[in-house]
């Protein structure tokens, strides 16, 4: 009874459809996969087997959508059918959870020599040993849905792979519009502070600084952390984040007259806490950035 309320797991079975050799003809193909591999698949476990379909139309999709979202999927490789190898090459980029099968003395090609594939004989209903394999593998992908069977998503995830070189590559960009934030905003507190050194006691006097204070690729640094860094760096984040939208309500608040200006800029003198905040932040960005190039 607990069996048979089990949730079954879908297989997807991608293999030839048509003729590929004058043995194995469409005919072959059909019988082989309605009673030989879904018989055995299904009776391996809580598993419900389909088959793709021949390439045409909609079906393309359907049959994409199969590969990436099905939680096991068998490929038989034999006769080394395009369609089966375009399939396989779809799976293989998005999941892992494949099975590759073949009949003994298929050729298989030297991309797929690390990947083992279980070869079952020409008497196929015989063949216990095979059987045997493709369960154990099948119970392998439901007890490991993440065990790696597939070199392409080795290498374009995890440490040290093309996916983290990306990630490496992002995050140093992002700091990059960080260092260049910092340059414009500490260029416009300059100007500001001379603005008010120029301008007299009379607040009526329009004497404002253009431009406008950024904080957008700080910000995206505080939400995302995209940096493994200290509690300092992103405390010394959050200092800049905090400084620079003070700085923006002052120059906001300008074109109504420069009361405000003078006071925090001239009498507080805040623009010294901000911009010492602000290079020991740079310091901060550019050794991280430097870590990043090192790795």
């Not at 603005?195 to 404002?208: F, G, Y």
Request: proline share 3%.
């Amino acid at each position: 009874m607990q069996q048979a309320s089990q949730e079954k797991k879908t297989c997807f079975v991608i293999m030839p459809f048509s003729e590929t050799t004058e043995e194995h003809t469409e005919a072959y193909w059909t019988d082989h996969f309605a009673e030989f591999l879904k018989p055995l698949i299904e009776s391996a476990g809580p598993f419900a087997a389909r088959r793709s379909e021949a390439l045409r139309g909609d079906i393309v999709r359907t049959i994409i959508s199969d590969l990436v979202t099905s939680p096991i999927v068998v490929a038989d490789l034999t006769d080394r059918n395009p369609n089966v190898y375009w399939e396989l090459g779809i799976r293989q980029s998005f999941r892992h959870g494949t099975i590759t099968i073949a009949q003994e003395g298929t050729e298989l090609p030297s991309d797929l020599g690390g990947k083992g594939t279980l070869l079952y004989s020409r008497n196929r209903s015989a063949d216990k040993g095979f059987q045997r394999l493709i369960a154990e593998a099948l119970a392998d992908c439901v007890a490991r849905p993440e065990g790696p069977d597939s070199e392409v998503l080795e290498v374009v995830s995890g440490r040290g792979t093309l996916f983290e070189l990306y990630k490496r590559d992002e995050a140093s960009r992002r700091l990059v519009a960080v260092i260049r934030e910092h340059k414009l905003n500490r260029h416009l507190i300059e100007t500001a502070i001379k603005c008010v050194e120029c301008c007299t006691e009379d607040t009526s006097r329009s004497n404002t600084p253009i431009g406008r204070a950024l904080t957008g690729a700080v910000e995206r640094l505080l939400v995302d952390r995209y940096l493994d860094e200290s509690e300092e760096f992103y405390l010394r984040a959050e200092m800049y984040f905090a400084n620079m939208i003070q700085f923006r309500g002052v120059l906001e608040s300008w074109p109504l007259g420069n009361a405000v200006a003078l006071d925090v800029l001239g009498r507080q003198k805040l623009h010294v806490e901000w911009t010492n905040n602000m290079d020991k932040f740079l310091m901060l960005v550019n050794a991280a950035k430097e870590r990043l190039a090192q790795r």
